[in-house]
């Protein structure tokens, strides 16, 4: 089934510990992206990628680092994980053909900081 | 800078009634508008979008938004809400940062409570 798969799911993490998000399509999109959810904040974008090999900055980027090595991964890293950095986390990736114009996301992952 | 405002955080209606949720945008350039839905514990799914062309643009669930350039608001409506409804709605608008990265800059989202 063709989308995006995120892992893990859920994560307990102790504060300065190292953490990695990954995120792979299956669609071919060329332009992926990481967002934050946070109770009344809706969704920040983090970090995106127009294609293979190129990455930006978006909304809240500090404290977090993406590569993009392929079309497929886009994996999201937090170099030394602080509380404020609990949220639920998704990728997503968008198509840009015509009627077909739109953008998928995955299911999200939850994570805690202690 | 591109932003969207969705001036209700919670919108209360009765099973059968019809639902608004609210969104006003503010984008340079032509909007590009969707609406998502988020049910508990699950990821966004999409409902709707509007890109150009009729101002009604009919979606999933039978939910449908209004495209209004003048008043630049896309606000949801269901005309017979369900208490399957019950969930959290985001509107959503394309922004362009100017790396061409066309992301999607989110509202803060709209609890919908459909009261049987």
């Known amino acids: 089934i063709a989308g995006i798969t995120q892992a893990p799911t859920s994560q307990i993490l102790a504060a300065g510990r190292r953490m990695t998000l990954r995120c792979t399509q299956d669609?071919?999109?060329?332009?992926m992206y990481w967002y934050r959810q946070d109770l009344g904040l809706g969704l920040r974008l983090i970090h995106y990628s127009n294609t293979a090999g190129t990455t930006g900055k978006g909304e809240v980027p500090d404290g977090y680092s993406v590569s993009r090595a392929n079309t497929d991964d886009f994996p999201l890293t937090l170099a030394s994980a602080v509380p404020s950095q609990t949220s639920v986390y998704f990728c997503?990736?968008?198509?840009?053909?015509?009627?077909?114009?739109?953008?998928?996301f995955g299911s999200g992952t939850r994570l805690t900081v202690v | 800078a591109q932003s969207v405002a969705q001036p209700e955080d919670q919108v209360n209606v009765a099973e059968g009634n019809p639902l608004t949720v609210k969104c006003t945008y503010s984008?340079?350039?032509?909007?590009?508008l969707f609406w998502y839905v988020q049910y508990p514990n699950r990821g966004l799914q999409f409902l709707l979008k509007?890109?150009?062309?009729?101002?009604l643009v009919k979606g999933s669930y039978g939910f449908e938004a209004e495209f209004n350039k003048s008043q630049t608001s896309f606000h949801l409506k269901k005309p017979s809400a369900l208490v399957s409804d019950s969930a959290l709605y985001f509107c959503a608008v394309r922004a362009d940062s100017g790396a061409g990265s066309y992301q999607l800059t989110f509202g803060k989202g709209t609890k919908l409570s459909v009261i049987p």
């Open positions: 669609m071919r999109h060329n332009a």
């Open positions: 997503a990736s968008r198509t840009s053909f015509g009627e077909f114009y739109g953008y998928t």
């Open positions: 509007y890109i150009t062309g009729d101002n």
């Open positions: 984008v340079s350039g032509n909007p590009y």
